[in-house]
């Protein structure tokens, strides 16, 4: 059933980055892979484009349609078969709702907000706080049931119609609509041992990041700058972990204990604090790249001098985050060639929207120069990119995308709002 009220289709027309707004001509909510395969074909018999909704957590209006179909995935969010190393899940389900059904054991892979559908995270690859372990969301799929743009439902895995599977994971939507996915679990512990650790300055947080990295001896490590210009390492340990060796000022450490649920969902206490100020309705401009080590402090000092506090907002912060290349296996979640590579992202959350598009602006120079030095988008960025740019960001993998493209979506009708082909 095709849905044309005016504030279902202002909806659709809306995510969360409130920067890109492209109204659809309808909107459809399916309940099985057969309603998302007859949307798909009446939108290419009708000459119409069609994008999958999810929790549109999207920053710049990727999920959207102008004059086309938007297909609202949400009905989807059924786990079903939970087994010892694997579960079985649909697209629209949350990872909160994945939780709920899998601790103690979770995802492998599993991103930091939990919030964000299933479907939605393996169209960019995935990226958690727990990658050099773990490998990316997208490298620990097992298999997918897609819907194509030619209608057809098809099973792939690394055996069955691999060259889907590897333009599925990670490949933006551009060659189906995911419904079902299976998922490798992994066990953790009840709780968690965190470390908050904080540097005097950019230099010596790489430095213990270099050294966290090769030793393992967290299962995450996430750096970053606050707001206040605070270089702090949030570093979590499954048992008791050792601080020998690291340069950070000890005398400012925190160290506690936490439910394992409880650090997995942490950002929930960002999300009460920008919906009780209304800065959750505002733009959120972010951008988030990967840089390699041997440029990475020359990259991020230089974009650190740029900022202004009216550019991150009091709630924003820098992430910059090590992890180890050989982690990542998924062809089209691009990286930079070091053995070590870097998350670099600008989380910016403006106490107004007045400077959204300047933000908008500033990201697409500072991805330019993140390019210029080896660097690579990860997708869920609020950056404009042209046809060209996307070729020069798959570079050697584009053809191979592009041929799966013509294979499965010839006649383009899925998901346009990122412009790649």
């Known amino acids: 059933m095709l849905i044309f009220d005016q504030p279902t289709r202002?909806?659709?027309?809306?995510?969360?980055?409130?920067?890109?707004?492209?109204?659809?001509?309808?909107?459809?909510?399916?309940?099985?892979?057969?309603?998302?395969?007859?949307?798909?074909?009446?939108?290419?018999?009708?000459?119409?484009?069609?994008?999958?909704?999810?929790?549109?957590?999207?920053?710049?209006?990727?999920?959207?349609?102008?004059?086309?179909?938007?297909?609202?995935?949400?009905?989807?969010?059924?786990?079903?078969?939970?087994?010892?190393?694997?579960?079985?899940?649909?697209?629209?389900?949350?990872?909160?709702?994945?939780?709920?059904?899998?601790?103690?054991?979770?995802?492998?892979?599993?991103?930091?907000?939990?919030?964000?559908?299933?479907?939605?995270?393996?169209?960019?690859?995935?990226?958690?706080?727990?990658?050099?372990?773990?490998?990316?969301?997208?490298?620990?799929?097992?298999?997918?049931?897609?819907?194509?743009?030619?209608?057809?439902?098809?099973?792939?895995?690394?055996?069955?119609?691999?060259?889907?599977?590897?333009?599925?994971?990670?490949?933006?939507?551009?060659?189906?609509?995911?419904?079902?996915?299976?998922?490798?679990l992994v066990p953790l512990a009840a709780t968690v041992r965190r470390h908050l650790l904080v540097y005097p300055d950019l230099s010596t947080m790489l430095a213990d990041q270099r050294l966290l990295a090769g030793d393992g001896r967290f299962a995450a490590a996430q750096g970053a700058v606050l707001a206040d210009g605070t270089f702090r390492l949030d570093a979590v340990a499954d048992t008791h972990a050792d601080l020998a060796g690291l340069s950070d000022d000890r005398s400012q450490a925190q160290v506690g204990t936490m439910t394992q649920l409880d650090h997995l969902d942490r950002l929930a206490q960002l999300e009460r604090a920008l919906r009780a100020n209304g800065q959750w309705a505002l733009p959120h401009p972010w951008l988030t790249t990967f840089v390699g080590d041997a440029q990475v402090e020359a990259v991020v000092a230089a974009e650190l001098d740029r900022l202004t506090p009216a550019d991150l907002g009091p709630f924003g912060q820098v992430v910059v985050s090590a992890?180890?290349?050989?982690?990542?296996?998924?062809?089209?979640?691009?990286?930079?060639?070091?053995?070590?590579?870097?998350?670099f992202n600008l989380i910016r959350i403006p106490a107004t929207g007045d400077p959204a598009g300047r933000l908008v602006a500033a990201n697409r120079g500072g991805y330019e120069r993140v390019r210029a030095a080896g660097g690579t988008l990860y997708p869920a960025s609020a950056v404009p990119m042209s046809h060209e740019d996307w070729r020069e960001h798959y570079g050697p993998a584009f053809d191979r995308f592009g041929a799966a493209k013509k294979e499965f979506d010839p006649d383009h009708v899925l998901t346009p709002g990122y412009e790649v082909f």
């Open 323 to 343: 992890f180890r290349r050989r982690s990542v296996t998924t062809p089209l979640l691009r990286l930079p060639a070091d053995d070590l590579c870097f998350t």
């Open 10 to 184: 202002a909806a659709a027309a809306d995510d969360f980055g409130h920067l890109v707004h492209r109204t659809p001509h309808a909107v459809v909510r399916p309940t099985s892979a057969r309603d998302v395969a007859s949307a798909v074909r009446w939108a290419a018999d009708h000459g119409l484009r069609l994008a999958p909704q999810g929790r549109r957590h999207s920053v710049f209006g990727r999920s959207q349609v102008d004059g086309g179909i938007v297909a609202d995935m949400t009905a989807l969010r059924t786990v079903h078969a939970v087994e010892d190393d694997r579960v079985l899940v649909d697209a629209g389900a949350t990872w909160r709702d994945v939780l709920a059904e899998t601790l103690p054991r979770v995802p492998a892979g599993l991103p930091d907000y939990l919030d964000l559908s299933v479907g939605g995270t393996l169209a960019v690859g995935g990226v958690g706080a727990r990658i050099s372990r773990t490998g990316a969301l997208s490298d620990n799929v097992l298999d997918v049931e897609v819907v194509t743009g030619r209608g057809e439902i098809l099973m792939c895995s690394r055996d069955e119609h691999a060259e889907l599977f590897d333009a599925v994971r990670a490949g933006l939507g551009q060659v189906g609509v995911v419904t079902r996915v299976t998922l490798a």
